[in-house]
């Protein structure tokens, strides 16, 4: 089970940290992503992450200002976002596969949390 929180209202420019927190299974094994949806967009990945963190990936769009980061003792993966725009206003997802590492794209991953929801407005 995957469980995310951290989300809300936040005005532009400012910070949120996204927590995403499995249950059942040690996170270290699998690759992790973050995914975000908007209202009529498709979903899209935001930042990915492979096992043993070796490799990282970020959206252009989020690059020098989102971080992805997991804890094993917590077994929670981290999403810090700065410098928040009206753009990343989304369904924040986080999702997991069973392998070493994954494309950034939501068809590769088979395991999904429920959202929380971020919105960046004044």
């Known amino acids: 089970q995957l469980v995310e929180s951290g989300g809300g209202l936040v005005q532009p420019g400012g910070s949120l940290r996204l927590s995403c927190a499995a249950s059942?299974?040690?996170?270290?094994?699998?690759?992790i992503g973050w995914f975000r949806q908007a209202p009529g967009k498709e979903r899209e990945g935001v930042s990915c992450?492979?096992?043993?963190?070796?490799?990282?990936y970020y959206a252009d769009s989020v690059k020098g200002r989102f971080t992805i980061s997991r804890d094993n003792a917590k077994n929670t993966v981290y999403l810090q976002m700065n410098s928040l725009k009206p753009e990343d206003t989304a369904l924040y997802y986080c999702?997991?596969?069973?392998?070493?590492?994954?494309?950034?794209?939501?068809?590769?991953?088979?395991?999904w949390g429920q959202g929380t929801q971020v919105t960046v407005s004044s």
């Open positions: 999702a997991v596969e069973d392998t070493v590492e994954a494309m950034c794209v939501p068809y590769e991953y088979d395991y």
């Open positions: 059942g299974f040690t996170l270290d094994d699998y690759a």
């Open positions: 992450i492979s096992t043993s963190d070796r490799t990282t």
